[in-house]
């Protein structure tokens, strides 16, 4: 009202009513002058209302009457458009809740004025409308007028008009209600006493109830009088009224205010003496229609049903029974009964429609239906109404497929021709497919034996519509008959509505049910926990009280589960019949899901309520939907044949359980072979069987717990499908798709392969599911298992058919998830898996063996409460099983057990305990004869025993590891394995010692209880190595075993043990006591050395040509002595290694020099064998034992400790020797090892010189050594044995470490031993097949290792000298002459004996030959050597008394002399590249001895090697480039300048005759020499222009010296000047003869330039010989320059214009020649024409030509001149 009583709102009202007032005042102003009178008044009465209230509302109200009458009046014109404004102006007032009651009666009045005269028909309802909704004031007659005049306008000619009106009447019936409502709303709290309802049905009120109520009632029950046609008491004036309006009003009325008949008596009343005896009445012609009946055999004419009145009729039957049922239980049971009559087949299509409509109205609602049981069925002599209504469903359903539809003739909707339900001909073969553009879709329906009906989607509309897939949620499901209300005729019933109808009543019936009986269900059972907790606590208020509540409830719950009972008991048999049939007949996806759905949830609930036979028949119904129509299943033929002798009777009919038709149309998706003992062919599997496989997954998975002895039907089925299907179980039991191969049969299409990974999970959680089921439960389970197993055991004997494992994998998984509580199954469980394992089947027993394994492990592994730990009996209980596996003879038995102990010790290892006898009982009792994988499984559990778990077992089991560790070792069916075994022994050792203490303390505890016990039985303690203390015994029982392995015949083996045995003692030797090392000494090492050295040199020879299958042998193991061999270089190297690394612990036992010659015996006599790897090895043992440290007392020792500062190289070589064990890093020092040995003992000196006899023990050892293998053959044939390359360079390397040890007495004899050992070790060639592998490629200047080794034996001596006393010293020649002696192997290589060699470029790499190495490199290097020896030595006495410069020139004249004939070019020129070096540091040290004679025989040597180098007789090869001759030139070049700056120089000091030897060379180099053989291009390259113009520019040099200091200085420029002019007079001569021999072609290049550096050189001589004193120059030397003169001047011919330049140039000079001396005027004319003379000739060779012999002519008598000749006597310059 907030919104009309608005200050803003009743100021518009006052408003609005003035201006109706005016409007009507205006309107009636000529025509109706009293109406505009009033209306006048009527403005002034509400302007005073407004003016004198302040409610003015409230005061219009009071006044309405008068307020109103003007209005009243103007719809009295009649005018239309009065009486519009006027019901518009009322109506306003009405909606403000103005108008009084008095003023209502009024308008109502007018109202039915205007109606009698069918004025504003439409208005007048709208005015009704709101005058009766807007307040309550119409009451009693007035109301019922109201009313009366919307029905009387209902009944008008106009459409709009009547239906306007049947909408006020409906909304006026609903208001008189809600009225109702409202007031028992407002009296709810006081309480009035309820008054017996008379039966007076002629009384007009009662007088009990208020008005409102008063008025409902008279409605009410006129309506009743109205729809039986009979008169009302209420409504006065009805004219007219039809029975279906008034049905239609009295459902609306009783659907939408139940509360208002329930709340009051007299409308109960009402209920049941007016409303039910009249539907009753009106039924009656539905009840006596049969169709098809003649009317001939009835006495009387049967009355049709009339379609409108009967689904009215229905409608209010639903109504009736659902909200009225507990007031009409007697009713209802005939309304019910109605009902099911109404399905009949002999009842027309739509009243069966009809009927089924309503019966779903009554399904959806389980509170009722459970009514219906609790009133009629469980009542004794009561109608089964709730069996009946079922079973009437299902009879229905049935009938449809048995019974052609007559009611309709609708075609399906894929047919073009024949009906939908009589034809079963070729027509109906593929129904249901609907063919559209070339494609087919399939629609969803039934098809049962040739009857195709499709299920329906209907709307609210009507129109049936067959849709693609069924009704998901039923909810939404709208009917098609029911809402008909505007139909007269029966409508045509679409195909397959009814069956659609019936098929979701069904459905909605299940779960409705189900829902609510499992939701009181959960109920009841909190309550009654609720109870027991409530019951069991202390503070209650009293006993009795408690235990009465108790045993109400109890009763309550009991009454309750009598309930349910009879509900599921009343109904599942029609249930599952009417399902079964619709589930074998659907051909829709969604159908069938619904369907199962439903069976499961009936199934589940029939297990939880105890009803065993109807559980199993629903499950029995799901399976056998499940498998292949037919299908020899015993356990399910069996239940069905129980089921089918129960036949049921609905109606008078019996129905019996319809078996399941082969002939559905179905999508086949798999085809599969049947698990039975008889081979039967394939069967298929269609979709539908994988849905109801899916839902009987879901049913054991969701329900389980209920399943009880069903768990072998589902079971059963499930085995069978997953048989078809090729499921093959993996990994835990889970079932996996299986190999084509397995099931060569077995087709599945590509819509079942997606589903099969879903399927295969839904079985896994079924079984995971099964922790969830109480104990009970899950005996069932495992129970039906067993059985299962037990079944496929016995079809599985004597049959080559694989076994169906599924009950094992399932059995396998039901275990694992139930771990919790695995006491309670674990004896069945595995005493089954044990009877599975002994199975002949090896699939069968493969799968047992794999379950009860995995059951194990996961058994210790899951953790349980308490911990294993604390609960050893269920840890044994676990085990057992495992250790009765052993009792099983089966191999792949007996692999499964032992896998199953490798994954133990992998996961519990650590917290076996007191499991630790079994498990390595379990793994030594295998033998050799039970194959090798056997043993090696059992093997991989010693390996992760000893590798992981030696810490947590007891100490006394170490001894048992090691025996079976070494019983592994002595196995021979697998190397690797007795390989491995020995590596574990090293592994236990390693433990040994680290936990060495502990182990100790442990061992030694034990030995003290055994003692005590060996004493207690007056025994000896009977252990091996018994006086040892224990922990040394366990020791002793490694090597032992160790020491019997290095013997075995198999060499692997052998090895392997052998580098075992000494890493270990050399690792962990420190453990041992000292006593017990002298055993290791002489009862081990020894004594193994001497057997295997028995063992190698009485070992086969003969080849072996595999080994063992298809392994090909290297040709180095290709027998048994080479095998042996290996084993010999093992022990060798080991014992070796301990002596070197134990010394400390040796040296004191007293007989340690016995050993040591014992040990360099071995060596010397391995060294000395005739295979090359023993006697490598032999040697690597000596390297090994000469790098001890020698130890020095405690004054003695230095900061640093003594090195070795010599780097042994590696030993490169074909056969390298194996890795002789694991290295170990020690940080340890001596001293405290010594001092953990022997903490009280301080370390034991050995005497220094016992120490130095040891080391000459070993010189001499290897001094034997080495003449013995470095000796030449005396024989040369095929067999002849030569040391390898290898062997030497490994004897070589040995010398630096043991010279350190005895270099203070090493003499000059050793030294001539050692030189001759390494000779003769460099002179040993190679063989051709080793030759590519240790030889370098010939061009490579590598040394090979021995050759390294060599000279670094040498340099380890000159080191020693160089720091040494004087008296060492005097050993340098020795090593110069060793060195140059290698020096001479670059031209002359060493011959070894007689034996034949061949060069490495000619060797056959396939033939026995020996190749001469490569020594060009060694050489050189040696030759580097020397020249850095000398220049450190050049000055040293031995050096110079012993002539070594004069041995080095001599031996690398050797070199120079050949030159080009050098095999290698390199060595000549590092010949003069150190010659050079050599003379630059010896001459100074020659000249400084001049006098001493020392070096006189040197200068001969000297000039021969610069002759036989400078003038070579070898020629150049022909492919030496330009380049390449200019370098070499150049060496030549620094040759002529060394003698130019080191020797000229100081020629007083150098004998004559060799300085004459250098002129004439230097004359020789300085002439170009020609030979006839070379062509002009060839003479260009190969002249030596650069070395002959040295050659000539030394010469001049010399001859130009103005400083003569020593007669001997003159002697040489004499000598020079001389040798220099007579070469360039012959330069000219030959120039003079070549110009005119040639003519005109011109000159080499060679000789021009010649001529022209001639021509230069004599201009600078006659300038340097002005420039000296005369006294220096001789006669002689003046008579060749003045002979030169006629030579210049015949050369003035040439016709180079170089030549004629220079040719000036040196004829300038003779100017100063030809002064005269009496007329300076003559002579000054003669040289200015000679001056002009020479000036011409720099024209142009053209100009010349003419002059050239008047030129000749006139200078040539000067050459003659007496005047000259006078000058030159009289010495003119």
Avoid at 865 to 882: E, H, V, Y
Avoid at 913 to 924: D, K, Q, R, S
Avoid at 1000 to 1005: F, S, V
Avoid at 1668 to 1686: F, G
Wanted: net charge negative.
């Amino acid at each position: 009202m907030s919104g009309t009583s608005s200050p803003e709102a009743v100021k518009k009202l006052l408003e609005n009513m003035q201006g109706d007032l005016r409007g009507l005042s205006l309107e009636c102003r000529k025509k109706f002058p009293p109406v505009k009178e009033a209306a006048e008044s009527g403005i002034i009465k509400v302007k005073t209302i407004a003016a004198r209230n302040t409610d003015i509302l409230a005061a219009l109200k009071e006044n309405s009457s008068e307020v109103v009458q003007p209005f009243l009046m103007g719809c009295g014109t009649k005018e239309p458009k009065i009486t519009q404004l006027c019901l518009a102006a009322i109506q306003r007032l009405m909606s403000h809740e103005v108008v009084s009651e008095a003023a209502a009666g009024n308008i109502i009045n007018m109202l039915w004025q205007l109606m009698e005269n069918s004025l504003e028909e439409l208005k007048l309802l709208q005015t009704v409308l709101v005058l009766l909704t807007t307040n309550t004031v119409v009451h009693d007659e007035a109301l019922s007028k109201a009313i009366v005049l919307c029905f009387r306008l209902h009944f008008t000619k106009d459409n709009i008009t009547n239906n306007t009106a049947a909408a006020t009447v409906r909304q006026v019936v609903t208001v008189v209600f809600e009225r109702v409502v409202a007031e028992d709303e407002r009296y709810k709290d006081t309480v009035d006493q309820p008054v017996a309802v008379q039966g007076n049905s002629n009384r007009r009120s009662v007088s009990t109830l208020k008005p409102c109520a008063k008025d409902a009632y008279m409605l009410f029950q006129d309506l009743c009088q109205l729809v039986n046609a009979d008169a009302p008491y209420w409504l006065v004036g009805m004219t007219e009224m039809t029975r279906t309006f008034g049905l239609e009003l009295l459902e609306s009325v009783l659907n939408d205010f139940p509360q208002v008949f329930l709340q009051h008596q007299e409308f109960s009343f009402l209920l049941k003496e007016r409303v039910c005896p009249l539907v009753i009445k009106l039924f009656s012609p539905n009840i006596k229609f049969r169709q098809g009946s003649s009317t001939s055999s009835s006495p009387a004419p049967v009355e049709k049903p009339y379609f409108p009145i009967c689904m009215r009729l229905l409608r209010v039957v639903s109504v009736l029974i659902k909200q009225f049922y507990s007031l009409l239980v007697t009713e209802c049971e005939i309304f019910l009964s109605l009902l099911v009559k109404f399905l009949d087949a002999d009842k027309p299509q739509w009243l069966r429609a009809v009927a089924v409509e309503s019966i779903h109205r009554l399904c959806v609602q389980p509170q009722l239906l459970r009514s219906f049981c609790q009133s009629y069925d469980m009542k004794q002599h009561s109608t089964k109404v709730f069996r009946d209504i079922v079973n009437a469903l299902g009879s229905f359903i049935q009938s449809l497929f048995l019974v052609p539809s007559t009611g309709n003739t609708s075609v399906m909707p894929n047919q073009t021709g024949g009906n939908a339900s009589g034809n079963t001909g070729s027509a109906q073969t593929n129904p249901g497919v609907l063919g559209m553009g070339g494609g087919a879709t399939v629609l969803p329906a039934f098809e049962y034996r040739g009857t195709w009906i499709p299920i329906l989607n209907v709307t609210v509309q009507g129109s049936a519509k067959a849709t693609y897939g069924t009704i998901a949620c039923l909810s939404c499901f709208h009917f098609f008959s029911l809402e008909m209300l505007d139909k007269v005729e029966p409508p045509t019933i679409p195909e397959g509505y009814a069956m659609s109808v019936a098929f979701h009543c069904l459905l909605d019936l299940v779960r409705g049910i189900t829902t609510m009986i499992e939701g009181e269900l959960g109920e009841a059972e909190t309550v009654s926990q609720s109870t027991t907790e409530t019951t069991s606590l202390p503070a209650q208020s009293s006993e009795q009280q408690d235990l009465q509540s108790v045993s109400d409830q109890t009763e309550k719950e009991l009454v309750s589960r009598a309930v349910w009972e009879e509900m599921v008991n009343a109904c599942w048999c029609g249930l599952l019949a009417a399902l079964s049939l619709l589930l074998d007949a659907s051909t829709d996806e969604a159908a069938t899901e619904n369907i199962l759905k439903a069976e499961l949830t009936m199934a589940a609930l029939c297990g939880r309520l105890g009803l065993v036979t109807s559980r199993d028949a629903f499950i029995t119904a799901i399976c056998k939907g499940s498998l292949p129509p037919h299908y020899a299943l015993t356990v399910l033929n069996n239940t069905t044949a129980a089921l089918s002798s129960k036949s049921y009777s609905i109606q008078g009919q019996n129905v019996q359980m319809i078996s399941p038709s082969s002939e559905s149309h179905q999508q086949v998706v798999a085809v599969g072979q049947p698990l039975a003992l008889q081979p039967q062919g394939t069967v298929m599997l269609t979709s539908k069987n994988i849905q109801c496989m899916r839902t009987l997954l879901n049913l054991a998975h969701c329900h389980g717990a209920v399943l009880g002895t069903s768990w072998q039907l589902v079971l059963a089925t499930l085995q069978h499908l997953v048989w078809i299907l090729g499921l093959k179980p993996g990994v835990g039991g889970a079932l996996k798709p299986g190999r084509a191969v397995e099931g060569p049969s077995t087709v599945l299409t590509t819509a079942v392969m997606t589903d099969l990974p879903v399927i295969s999970n839904i079985l896994s959680r079924l079984f995971e599911s099964s922790q969830y089921l109480d104990d009970v439960s899950l005996h069932h389970l495992i129970n039906a298992l067993c059985s299962l197993s037990l079944e496929a055991m016995d079809m599985a004997y004597g049959n080559n058919k694989e076994p169906s494992l599924f009950a094992v994998a399932k059995l396998l998984e039901t275990g694992l998830v139930n771990m919790h509580r695995i006491e309670i199954l674990w004896r069945p469980l595995t005493g089954h898996l044990l009877e599975v394992c002994q199975h002949p089947n090896s699939r069968m027993r493969e799968w047992g063996a794999e379950a009860l394994t995995s059951l194990i492990k996961a058994g210790l592994t899951f953790s349980h409460d308490p911990p294993l730990s604390q609960n050893q009996r269920l840890q044994l209980l676990l085990l057992n099983p495992l250790k009765e596996l052993s009792n099983i003879s089966h191999p792949d038995i007996r692999i499964k057990q032992l896998e199953c102990v490798l994954q133990i010790l992998q996961s519990q290892g650590d917290s076996l305990g007191p499991g630790w006898p079994l498990v390595l009982g379990v793994m030594g009792a295998i033998r050799s004869d039970q194959g090798e994988s056997l043993i090696r499984t059992a093997f991989q559990c010693l390996q992760l025993v000893v590798t992981d778990f030696l810490p947590t077992m007891p100490c006394t089991c170490l001894q048992i590891v090691v025996e079976v560790a070494g019983s592994f070792g002595l196995h021979n069916q697998e190397l690797n394995i007795s390989l491995t075994s020995i590596g574990l022994l090293w592994n236990i050792s390693d433990y040994f010692f680290q936990r060495g203490e502990i182990i100790e303390k442990e061992l030694n505890k034990e030995e003290a209880v055994l003692q005590k016990q060996a004493e207690e039985k007056g025994v000896m303690l009977n252990r091996p190595f018994h006086p040892a203390p224990p922990f040394d015994c366990l020791w002793l029982c490694l090597y032992a075993k160790l020491g019997e392995l290095c013997v075995d015949p198999r060499p692997a083996v052998r090895k392997s043990a052998g580098q075992t045995l000494f890493s270990t003692i050399g690792a962990h030797g420190t453990l041992l006591q000292h006593s017990t090392w002298h055993t290791v000494i002489w009862k081990v090492l020894f004594h193994l050395l001497d057997r295997v050295r028995e063992s190698s040199t009485t070992a086969d020879k003969e080849k072996i040509e595999s080994g063992g299958g298809n392994i090909l042998i290297h040709h180095s193991r290709d027998t048994a002595e080479k095998q042996w061999a290996e084993t010999w270089v093992l022990t060798l190297a080991g014992v070796a290694r301990i002596f070197n690394t134990r010394r400390y612990l040796l040296q004191p036992l007293g007989d340690f020099s016995q050993a040591w010659d014992v040990l360099l015996d071995h060596i010397q006599s391995a060294a000395l064998s005739k295979n090359n790897e023993v006697s490598l090895a032999a040697l690597k043992s000596f390297q090994e034992i000469l790098q001890i440290v020698s130890p020095v007392r405690d004054s003695e020792k230095p900061d640093t400790p003594p090195a070795i500062n010599v780097s042994v190289p590696v030993v490169v070589g074909t056969t390298t020797a194996t890795s002789l064990g694991r290295s170990f890093m020690r940080t340890d020092s001596i001293g405290e090892r010594i001092g953990r040995y022997n903490g009280s003992e301080p370390p034991v000196i050995t005497d220094e010189i016992e120490d130095l006899n040891l080391w000459w023990a070993a010189w001499n050892s290897w001094y034997r050594i080495g003449s013995e293998s470095t000796r030449p053959p005396i024989t040369c044939d095929k067999l002849t044995f030569i040391p390898s390359q290898p062997f030497l360079t490994a004897l070589i390397q040995i010398f630096p470490a043991l010279y350190q040890h005895i270099k203070t007495g090493f003499s000059m004899d050793d030294l001539q031993k050692l030189g001759v050992i390494l000779h003769g070790a460099v002179s040993v060639p190679i063989s051709s097949d080793a030759s590519p592998f240790i030889l370098p490629s010939y061009t490579e200047a590598v040394l090979t290792s021995l050759q390294e080794a060599v000279l670094t034996a040498l340099d380890v001596l000159q080191k020693a000298i160089c720091v040494g006393s004087e008296s060492m010293q005097i050993m340098y020649p020795a090593i110069f002459d060793q060195l140059l002696a290698f020096v001479e192997f670059s031209c002359k290589p060493p011959q070894y004996g007689q034996l034949e060699t061949k060069h490495i470029a000619n060797a056959k790499y396939n033939q026995a030959e020996w190749v001469a190495l490569n020594y060009v490199p060694f050489a050189e290097r040696s030759l580097e050597v020397v020249v850095d020896l000398y220049q450190k030595t050049a000055c040293h006495k031995a050096v110079v008394t012993e002539k070594v410069l004069q041995n080095i020139i001599k031996t690398l004249r050797i070199p120079l002399s050949l030159k080009y004939s050098c095999p290698s070019e390199s060595t000549w020129k590092l010949a003069v590249s150190s010659l050079l070096k050599v003379l630059s540091i010896g001459l100074p040290v020659a000249r400084q001895h001049a006098s001493s004679g020392k070096f006189d025989s040197m200068w001969p040597e000297l000039a021969n090697t610069f002759e036989d180098f400078l003038f070579t007789k070898s020629t150049p090869p022909d492919n030496l480039s330009i380049q390449e001759f200019q370098k070499n030139e150049s060496i030549d070049v620094e040759v002529v300048q060394l003698i130019s700056t080191e020797i000229l120089p100081y020629a007083n000091f150098i004998p004559k005759e060799f300085v004459g030897q250098i002129m004439t060379m230097l004359n020789k180099g300085s002439i170009h020499s020609q030979s006839s053989s070379f062509t002009e291009a060839e003479i260009d390259i190969r002249m030596r222009e650069e070395f002959s113009k040295v050659c000539f520019e030394t010469l001049l040099q010399f001859s130009f010296s103005n400083k003569v200091t020593t007669p001997q200085e003159g002697y040489i420029s004499r000598m020079a000047l001389s040798v220099l002019l007579k070469r360039s007079q012959d330069v000219l001569h030959r120039y003079i003869e070549d110009e005119r021999l040639s003519g005109k072609c011109p000159l080499p290049r060679q000789q021009v330039t010649e001529i022209i550096f001639v021509l230069k050189a004599v201009s600078t001589l006659i300038d340097s010989l002005k420039k000296t004193q005369p006294e220096n120059v001789d006669a002689n030397t003046w008579a060749q320059v003045i002979a030169l003169y006629p030579t210049l001047v015949e050369c003035i011919t040439c016709s180079s214009s170089e030549v004629c330049s220079a040719l000036k140039e040196a004829l300038v000079p003779f100017k100063d020649f030809m002064h005269p001396p009496a007329s300076k005027r003559e002579s000054s004319q003669l040289l200015l024409s000679h001056e002009r003379c020479l000036s011409s000739t720099e024209q142009s060779y053209d100009e010349l030509l003419p002059l050239r012999s008047n030129l000749v002519d006139i200078l040539f008598p000067f050459c003659l001149s007496k005047l000259v000749t006078d000058w030159l006597k009289m010495g003119i310059c």
